[in-house]
């Protein structure tokens, strides 16, 4: 299956400083990539819609302003966490679609382990 | 999306077959049924999806009922490796929808 891969895997950082995870899909395009927030022992809940080009859409409680997202081109997409605080510390995980493909299935990537401190 | 309905856990011996269930009476026509596992600290990994017909991957099979409210993920012969939480998702295909994920199925595949 197609490769989404996330980096960092795992950062540490401390309050009150801003924190860059990538997600990029190494062997096919994606006009949409998704990112996912998950706190231990709850599901994955979706953050916001990344597209190509334009601006990403949040899903509702997410603040824009907070948690920044760019997907300048058709494989990478970031996500910013700004002025991260203790309550920011979850598992971030990326997905992205094929675009055009055949196959609709979403591939994730391995997940951004945050911990803020 | 529709919603799903999935038993919170489930045990199974290795070298069994798995069967998780999954109801989702909702559904409507223009809608698949996907199916997504995690295992722990990973990133969800695709297993398989299907619209009305069974559908059969190297991972697994996928039963749907003929009313479409229903259907069973089969891990044929499950292993310890196939401990994770597994998620039925109903959405409709295409390039720019989300997948919206429940509260999934906790498989404990044990010797």
């Known amino acids: 299956g197609a490769v989404v891969s996330q980096h960092p895997s795992r950062v540490i950082c401390k309050s009150g400083t801003s924190v860059k995870i990538e997600c990029r899909s190494l062997d096919f395009q994606a006009t949409t990539m998704f990112w996912y927030r998950q706190f231990p022992k709850q599901s994955l809940m979706l953050m916001a819609t990344?597209?190509?080009?334009?601006?990403?859409?949040?899903e509702q409680g997410v603040e824009k302003d907070k948690f920044l997202i760019n997907h300048a081109s058709l494989t990478l997409s970031t996500l910013t966490v700004t002025s991260a605080h203790p309550e920011d510390s979850s598992f971030y995980i990326c997905?992205?679609?094929?675009?055009?493909?055949?196959?609709?299935?979403?591939?994730f990537g391995q997940g951004t382990r945050l911990t803020v401190v | 999306d529709a919603k799903t309905t999935q038993p919170p856990s489930m045990d199974c011996a290795e070298g069994r077959a798995a069967n998780l269930p999954c109801n989702h009476s909702t559904i409507s026509g223009n809608e698949y049924v996907y199916w997504y596992r995690q295992i722990h600290s990973q990133g969800p990994q695709y297993i398989i999806h299907g619209l009305k017909n069974n559908e059969t991957n190297e991972m697994a099979s996928l039963i749907i009922t003929e009313d479409r409210k229903s259907s069973t993920l089969i891990l044929p012969h499950a292993t310890l490796r196939d401990t994770a939480v597994y998620y039925c998702?109903?959405?409709?295909?295409?390039?720019?929808?989300?997948?919206?994920f429940g509260t999934g199925t906790q498989l404990k595949v044990e010797l």
């Open positions: 997905s992205a679609r094929l675009t055009g493909g055949r196959n609709t299935e979403a591939f």
């Open positions: 990344s597209n190509e080009g334009s601006k990403a859409t949040y």
């Open positions: 998702i109903v959405r409709v295909t295409g390039g720019g929808n989300k997948l919206t």
